[in-house]
């Protein structure tokens, strides 16, 4: 059983919104922290944000106020809401999640990764 699966990414022009979604197992979403990041070509993959098993989310300086995290535990689904779309935002997306919201998370060392979503931003 693949432990994180992504899906909503997609192309959008400039200025526009895209919703991604992360499908998680239940064993996962109820003992982890989950987030997202983020990888272009040649790049390290960047993090974007985490939300705490409760709930508390965290943010990247260079997304916040353009991107929100959600969970919902109904269907042990983990969003990111993405807003004000640029070219530069274009990669693919990966969902992510480790025992807890930390350092080593955001270091790019979670436990599970998605297989990831591209999103692609046109000017």
């Known amino acids: 059983q693949v432990p994180l699966v992504e899906s909503g990414g997609g192309s959008v022009r400039a200025g526009g919104s895209l919703r991604l979604s992360c499908a998680a197992s239940?064993?996962?979403?109820?003992?982890?922290?989950m987030g997202w990041f983020r990888q272009t070509p040649g790049n390290q993959r960047e993090f974007l944000s985490h939300i705490t098993k409760n709930g508390y989310p965290y943010y990247a300086g260079s997304v916040r106020g353009r991107f929100t995290i959600s969970k919902e535990s109904a269907n042990n689904n983990v969003y990111l809401q993405m807003y004000n779309l640029t070219p530069e935002d274009t990669a693919i997306y990966y969902c992510?999640?480790?025992?807890?919201?930390?350092?080593?998370?955001?270091?790019?060392?979670?436990?599970?990764w998605g297989q990831g979503t591209q999103v692609t931003v046109s000017s």
């Open positions: 992510a999640a480790a025992t807890d919201c930390d350092n080593r998370f955001r270091d790019g060392l979670p436990l599970y």
């Open positions: 239940a064993s996962i979403y109820s003992t982890s922290c």
